[in-house]
């Protein structure tokens, strides 16, 4: 699985669309790019994920670069409710996740 | 469809006990994998389950130790507790294993050891 680098925090303002980074340069060809929030006292919500493509769903945008050593996921328009800890996962199955430090965004009201 | 539902949500034990956690997947998921979370460690890979095998495991201690059912429910048991076993242990599950797959975690069981 890929080893995964993020910034430890970011902010935001409300309302605002938000850009989250993720480095995965060890990232084989059939890893996908899994990306999850944690909001305190609670498990881990999936978010989105990709493989090679542009991803987009109900909650969030993913892109992901042509090289496929980063990605970006992007909330379009932050809300007080997205302040959580944001972490990307390179995985080439569903075992063995291997979960960073993350990125704990802020939201600022 | 229900979520991923773990048992019990919060727990005391105290030094050289054991405990038991529960897990009932997703309906129609046959993957499960259990998870470690501490503030010093952060989230931790314990094992991962899929027709009632287990496939992966974590860098843990054998105290750590568990097994699914035929009906994919899942249970997680630590023997002899540390103070160190103190964590919030999440339980997620997927449909199967393969790439492009996605697990779905639990609520979490938080587990005080005193």
């Known amino acids: 699985d890929a080893k995964t680098t993020q910034p430890n925090s970011m902010e935001s303002n409300e309302e605002e669309p938000v850009h989250l980074p993720c480095n995965h340069s060890?990232?084989?060809?059939?890893?996908?790019i899994h990306w999850y929030r944690q909001l305190p006292s609670q498990g881990p919500e999936y978010v989105i994920h990709?493989?090679?493509s542009n991803v987009n769903n109900r909650m969030a945008s993913l892109a992901i670069a042509e090289d496929r050593k980063s990605s970006t996921l992007i909330l379009h328009r932050a809300t007080l409710r997205d302040a959580a800890v944001y972490y990307c996962?390179?995985?080439?199955?569903?075992?063995?996740?291997?979960f960073g430090t993350g990125t704990r965004l802020k939201v600022l009201a | 469809k229900a979520g991923v539902t773990q048992t019990p949500r919060y727990l005391i034990k105290t030094r050289g006990q054991q405990v038991t956690l529960s897990c009932s997947p997703i309906?129609?998921?046959?993957?499960v994998s259990w998870y470690q979370q501490t503030p010093g460690q952060g989230l931790q890979f314990l094992f991962e389950y899929f027709s009632e095998t287990q496939r992966n495991k974590g860098n843990f201690p054998g105290r750590f130790s568990g097994r699914q059912f035929s009906n994919s429910r899942s249970e997680m048991n630590v023997s002899t507790l540390e103070l160190g076993d103190s964590a919030l242990y999440l339980c997620?599950?997927?449909?199967?294993?393969?790439?492009?797959?996605?697990?779905?975690f639990g609520e979490g069981s938080w587990l005080t050891v005193v």
């Open positions: 060890t990232i084989s060809g059939t890893d996908y």
């Open positions: 990709g493989l090679t």
């Open positions: 309906s129609g998921h046959r993957s």
């Open positions: 997620a599950s997927s449909q199967d294993r393969g790439p492009g797959n996605t697990i779905y």
């Open positions: 996962i390179g995985t080439s199955g569903t075992y063995k996740y291997i």
